[in-house]
């Protein structure tokens, strides 16, 4: 079946730094990835939609120049939190559609727990 | 509104059946899904139904979908302890160039041998 590779799936950084999450489709191509962020005992949190070869779609509230998304290949999306801060300590999700079409469902990656100090 | 809602916690006894159950709003609704996310992972697809569909089967899961009442229901047979985890109810809408997911809060499900 489809998988979604996530990477890395825990990092603890400093405050000021900047972290750079993959999510890669191992077995299929994915022109469009999603973003999540998840809080606490939270449901998910759509951040952004990405795009292969086009810029990403943010969801109202979320900065775009704080959290950098690339998605330069059919397999690899990479989402970057610029300049890290304590608040942006949250545990991020990627998803993408299992194939091409519009029947089938989105599978995750196992996410990243982000940790800033 | 948008919401999708779940009840917070179920808690069954291994052996027995467990049945989360989940209301949307959205009748355009399109695709509906559920999620398990064990602590500290990400979220595995158990099984989703077209909204066409009244049900599901899946091994031990049943997943029944009552479009008229909004409302979802997954239903896990001969609950093992390993079954313990948040359940995600999600909806999905799509539309020309668009899908919107929408997530319930989660079911925590406590199986106890």
């Avoid at chain 2, 569909?53 to 479009?67: A, C, E, I, P, S």
């Amino acid at each position: 079946g489809a998988v979604v590779s996530q990477h890395p799936s825990r990092v603890i950084c400093k405050s000021g730094t900047s972290v750079k999450i993959e999510c890669r489709s191992l077995d299929f191509q994915a022109t469009t990835m999603f973003w999540y962020r998840q809080f606490p005992k939270q449901s998910l949190m759509l951040m952004a939609t990405s795009n292969e070869g086009s810029k990403a779609t943010y969801e109202q509230g979320v900065e775009k120049d704080k959290f950098l998304i690339n998605h330069a290949s059919l397999t690899l999306s990479t989402l970057t939190v610029a300049s890290a801060h304590p608040e942006d300590s949250s545990f991020y999700i990627c998803s993408a559609r299992g194939e091409t079409g519009h029947n089938s469902p989105l599978h995750f990656g196992n996410g990243t727990r982000l940790t800033v100090t | 509104g948008e919401d999708v809602e779940q009840s917070l916690f179920l808690s069954v006894r291994e052996g027995d059946s467990s049945v989360i159950n989940c209301t949307y709003t959205d009748s355009s609704s399109t695709y509906l899904y559920w999620y398990k996310q064990e602590p500290g992972a990400g979220l595995q697809l158990l099984t989703y139904i077209f909204s066409n569909m009244d049900m599901k089967q899946d091994q031990r899961l049943t997943v029944l979908l009552n479009k008229k009442d909004k409302h979802l229901s997954l239903r896990i047979a001969d609950t093992q302890t390993g079954d313990s985890a948040i359940y995600f109810c999600a909806e999905e809408r799509r539309g020309s160039g668009y899908s919107t997911l929408t997530f319930g809060k989660g079911t925590m499900l406590l199986v106890s041998p």
